[in-house]
């Protein structure tokens, strides 16, 4: 455990040193809503680069289903 402790500070100042073109570093996509219903509990998203950006794909996601017993 004494190895990894010594290591912990040098993993974000290494990391840092390769991150030279900012640009390249992708955040999060921009989804819009659908209103084609896809099924009870179930949501359609078309995503986008950005908001009047390249489109990427649509995405659907569902909430889980509670079971009675």
């Not at 992708?26 to 680069?49: A, H, L, R």
Request: charged fraction near 20%; hydrophobic fraction near 25%.
């Amino acid at each position: 455990m004494k190895k990894l402790n010594g290591m912990k500070g040098g993993f974000s100042s290494l990391e840092n040193k390769k991150l030279k073109d900012l640009k390249t570093i992708q955040g999060g996509s921009y989804n819009v809503q659908s209103n084609v219903s896809v099924g009870e509990g179930c949501i359609e998203y078309d995503t986008y680069t950005e908001p009047g950006g390249k489109y990427i794909g649509r995405i659907t996601v569902c909430s889980p289903t509670q079971s009675v017993n």
